[in-house]
């Protein structure tokens, strides 16, 4: 399957507090202590309950917000110099792609931004559409695609400039059960063919043990890390749905979970 | 395609044609006298009759709302764009404009006479600028700032700049903003060029014909003029969704994703 992991880390998230709000009635801390590290080439999943700071986490990383105390790197810099790199790709929960655009210049966008050439632009959308398995679509508006292929054309914009980091925020989170468990499939593929390190945020026990290497689990108010569990299951089938290690994994996720929740 | 679209004009037509045979049709069973409501057929002969004037008044009519609407469209979509890069502008100039816009801009008329002349046409385009800046303005602003928060988000993740920004997410979404806004003027402005024209400006134009018509109990000119302007506003409104379509190609296909086959989803 992969290569050996690198010894690279790929995101170091060192003492970080983030507190919204500082100074007024309505302060609150979402994230409080949070030490994390995570290879090149991981899949790590953020898993926690609502209000647990786990999309807040992933936007830390992204350099779309800054932590309060304690700092993030990316690949060896600052998340902001990252950023202003454009090492990363992002996935929204929704597929957040612009009406106004076919579907190849949806993803051509990071490319235009960057000043690429027609041609090549051209190329690499038709290389994602390929990725995604959406080969036939490219001038097509996303508004005549479903949810699950707007989905998959969102994570071909995500990818079409080669990031080596893919931030994603519960990205299969509206799509029917289905198309989700589909799109799962897809996406390790997708990680396997590019090599790219994935931070993956969602809520699923069962998806969060499918996709990931590591899970992070978080608990809330104020947003820590409560524990991190390593999920060895080789490589994903459909048939690891129904694997007893699964369900193993997936106890064990879903009783850090429920031990927080005692705890609190 | 196509077909659909000739369907679509057929209840409309039937409709109107029977409108006005029941208009005729009461007009001359009542008894209902001319100069209070002439029959459709009488406005029509008054047309053919009066035509070489009152095409040359609608025609005149029609430059000052069309140069009107253009000026007023133009101001509103600079303006709104300058609100929308500066924030604090933003704030203090968009309710005022909501307020301004809530006062009859027509009332203003007079005083544009005295402002602009009242023998030139430049005081009945103040009105129609006016009238027109407000909506475009509001509408176009909405459209700039009210964009979703993730597409602000992905479009930082790609360190794109405030102008990225503005070219590729603002001015796009606010696109159907302003067709909705133009859609309303594009009427509006013919509207208050009659408005303008009932209290000055040249003698030979439609809001003139129309009052110094029913001074002389000429109604039945008065409503071959009326129809005249309407005719010229639903050119207007018509050339506005023609816009629209040109403008947002999107807008125009089906969103029935579900019809879709979904090669890739299958296996």
């Not at chain 1, 801390?29 to 309950?49: C, K, N, Q, R």
């Not at chain 1, 969060?208 to 590591?214: D, H, I, K, M, Q």
């Not at chain 2, 005719?231 to 579900?258: C, K, N, Q």
Request: aromatic share 8%.
């Amino acid at each position: 399957m992969t290569e050996p992991l690198e010894p690279e880390a790929a995101v170091v998230v060192s003492g970080v507090d983030k507190v919204f709000n500082v100074g007024s009635s309505d302060e609150v801390t979402a994230l409080s202590g949070i030490d994390l590290t995570i290879g090149a080439g991981e899949f790590v999943s953020l898993i926690g309950p609502s209000g647990c700071g786990k999309s807040t986490l992933l936007r830390l990383i992204g350099d779309l917000l800054t932590p309060s105390v304690g700092e993030v790197t990316v690949f060896g810099k600052p998340a902001h110099a990252a950023r202003m790199d454009q090492d990363y790709g992002m996935v929204f929960q929704h597929a957040g792609l612009f009406d106004w655009r076919r579907v190849a210049a949806n993803i051509e966008l990071p490319l235009e931004l960057r000043g690429w050439s027609r041609a090549d632009r051209a190329d690499r959308s038709a290389e994602m559409l390929e990725l995604v398995r959406l080969p036939e679509f490219g001038g097509h508006y996303p508004r005549q695609l479903s949810g699950g292929m707007q989905q998959r054309v969102s994570i071909a914009r995500a990818l079409s400039f080669q990031p080596k980091l893919l931030l994603m925020d519960e990205p299969f989170g509206a799509l029917d059960e289905m198309t989700r468990e589909h799109m799962q499939l897809e996406l390790l593929r997708i990680w396997r063919e590019t090599g790219t390190t994935v931070v993956f945020v969602t809520h699923s026990i069962s998806e969060s043990t499918f996709l990931s290497s590591r899970v992070v689990v978080l608990s809330a108010r104020p947003g820590r890390i409560h524990s991190v569990v390593d999920v060895d299951l080789g490589d994903r089938t459909d048939a690891t749905r129904e694997d007893p290690a699964f369900f193993a994994k997936a106890t064990e996720i879903r009783e850090a979970l429920r031990a927080d929740k005692d705890d609190g | 395609m196509i077909r659909g679209r000739l369907a679509g004009i057929g209840p409309p037509v039937v409709v109107g044609v029977a409108g006005f045979g029941l208009w005729e049709g009461i007009v001359w069973g009542f008894g209902i006298r001319e100069f209070l409501l002439p029959r459709p057929s009488s406005i029509m002969d008054r047309l053919v009759e009066n035509w070489p004037v009152l095409r040359h008044a609608g025609w005149e009519t029609g430059r000052i709302a069309v140069s009107g609407l253009v000026a007023g469209v133009l101001a509103g979509v600079v303006l709104a764009l300058v609100t929308t890069r500066f924030r604090t502008l933003n704030e203090g100039l968009t309710p005022l404009a909501i307020a301004v816009n809530a006062t009859p801009i027509v009332a203003l008329a007079p005083i544009f006479n005295a402002w602009f002349g009242i023998t030139g046409t430049l005081s009945n385009q103040a009105v129609v600028v006016a009238i027109v800046f407000f909506p475009v303005f509001i509408n176009t602003a909405r459209g700039l700032t009210e964009v979703h928060p993730d597409e602000l988000e992905l479009m930082r993740s790609y360190a794109a700049s405030e102008w990225a920004i503005l070219r590729e997410v603002r001015i796009p979404n606010a696109l159907p903003f302003f067709a909705n806004a133009l859609r309303v003027v594009a009427p509006l402005s013919v509207i208050a060029a009659i408005v303008a024209e009932y209290f000055g400006g040249p003698q030979d134009r439609i809001g003139n014909i129309i009052t110094s018509s029913a001074a002389f109990a000429r109604y039945d000119v008065a409503w071959a003029a009326i129809a005249v302007a309407s005719a010229v506003g639903l050119g207007l409104f018509a050339a506005a969704l023609l816009l629209e379509r040109l403008v947002m190609p999107w807008r125009l296909v089906d969103g029935g994703s579900e019809n879709h086959n979904t090669p890739g989803r299958e296996k």
